[in-house]
């Protein structure tokens, strides 16, 4: 009902935080770019784009490799023949989008 009486409300209260308190125990902040990514995914609505998965197993060797520009461009072209095989439409804004929230995520000072 809307109108407790204050022993109702402050039991209800305590009952409340004790089963935040619980619930809070057993989640886990992600803390690698992988589970923050699939977490964002999730959240975002975008958690069923198979194609996003390629590009995420990519993702390392081509951050890693980046400096060294033959090896970058055969990680792209590696990642170009796997998402070849992919039929349907590819929004590589939706994997920026999902990106850019993972790295604020994770980097302090963004």
């Known amino acids: 009902s809307w109108f407790k009486s204050a022993k109702d409300r402050s039991s209800g209260a305590a009952a409340s935080g004790e089963a935040r308190k619980n619930g809070f125990q057993n989640t886990s902040v992600p803390k690698t770019y992988h589970d923050m990514f699939m977490f964002?995914?999730?959240?975002?609505?975008?958690?069923?784009?198979?194609?996003?998965?390629?590009?995420?197993?990519?993702?390392?060797?081509?951050?890693?490799?980046?400096?060294?520009?033959?090896?970058?461009?055969?990680?792209?072209?590696?990642?170009?023949?796997?998402m070849a095989k992919f039929k349907g439409v590819i929004i590589l804004s939706e994997y920026k989008s999902v990106m850019l929230a993972s790295l604020r995520s994770l980097v302090k000072d963004w």
């Open 40 to 82: 964002n995914a999730a959240v975002m609505g975008l958690g069923a784009r198979t194609w996003m998965q390629e590009i995420l197993s990519s993702f390392d060797a081509i951050v890693t490799n980046v400096s060294n520009s033959y090896r970058l461009q055969e990680e792209c072209d590696v990642l170009a023949l796997r």
